[in-house]
T-cell receptor, first 116, second 113 residues
Framework: DTGVSQDPRHKITKRGQNVTFRCDPI?????LYWYRQTLGQGPEFLTY????????KSRLLSDRFSAERPKGSFSTLEIQRTEQGDSAMYLC??????????????FGQGTRLTVV | KQEVTQIPAALSVPEGENLVLNCSFT??????LQWFRQDPGKGLTSLLL?????REQTSGRLNASLDKSSGRSTLYIAASQPGDSATYLC????????????FGQGTELSVKP
């Protein structure tokens, strides 16, 4: 297994267009997380899945954002009607969690979105 | 609400120096604390993970400590090298929040040859 994979690595889009990002987690990991990072800041939590169930969404995730994880494997994050403020690095992470404890998270290389 | 703060925001040192990066958090109800490295435009690489019951972890030239009661962690880098130049992020996993990480804003380290 090569770790967490994200695609594409870079995306430039015009304001108002829709974009979709994909994340492939480490295969045996049951939890998958999306974070957003703007320049000079730490990553901020957006949403997470346990298997195929989306268990929490941050208030940062406006109605224009939607995430899915069909069959509990890969995940997609879609942004509709992009705005310049959506420009950021979108990071995906996965972990193997049993119960409520915190487990080590492994991150992908991120998708850099630029909205022009 | 858990908040994580890292000081300093940026640090420049000559090669060979030992250095300490600081991280503080406001709520001690955490499962663990992780230190990450991030190179420009790249994802995060996990360096060290300290469970809440542990006091420190070591990996090579890196040593991380955790004092949960005071809400502090330090990352010690021995004999720094130019290849250590990167942004270092600390993050905690709070209790009962699904394992999500709460990050500090990072310390940008530059090691000059």
């Amino acid at each position: 297994d090569t770790g967490v994979s994200q695609d594409p690595r870079h995306k430039i889009t015009k304001r108002g267009q829709n974009v979709t990002f994909r994340c492939d987690p480490i295969s045996e990991h049951n939890r998958l997380y999306w974070y957003r990072q703007t320049l000079g800041q730490g990553p901020e939590f957006l949403t997470y899945f346990q298997n195929e169930a989306q268990l929490e969404k941050s208030r940062l995730l406006s109605d224009r954002f939607s995430a899915e994880r069909p069959k509990g494997s890969f995940s997609t994050l879609e942004i509709q009607r992009t705005e310049q403020g959506d420009s950021a690095m979108y990071l995906c992470a996965s972990s193997l969690s049993r119960g409520q404890g915190g487990n080590q998270a492994f991150f992908g290389q991120g998708t850099r979105l630029t909205v022009v | 609400k858990q908040e994580v703060t890292q000081i300093p925001a940026a640090l420049s040192v000559p090669e060979g120096e030992n250095l300490v990066l600081n991280c503080s958090f406001t709520d001690s109800a955490i499962y663990n604390l992780q230190w990450f490295r991030q190179d420009p435009g790249k994802g995060l690489t996990s360096l060290l993970l300290i469970q809440s019951s542990q006091r420190e972890q070591t990996s090579g030239r890196l040593n991380a400590s955790l004092d949960k009661s005071s809400g502090r962690s330090t990352l010690y880098i021995a004999a720094s090298q130019p290849g250590d130049s990167a942004t270092y992020l600390c993050a905690v996993i709070p209790y009962n929040q699904g394992g999500k990480l709460i990050f500090g804003q990072g310390t940008e380290l530059s090691v000059k040859p």
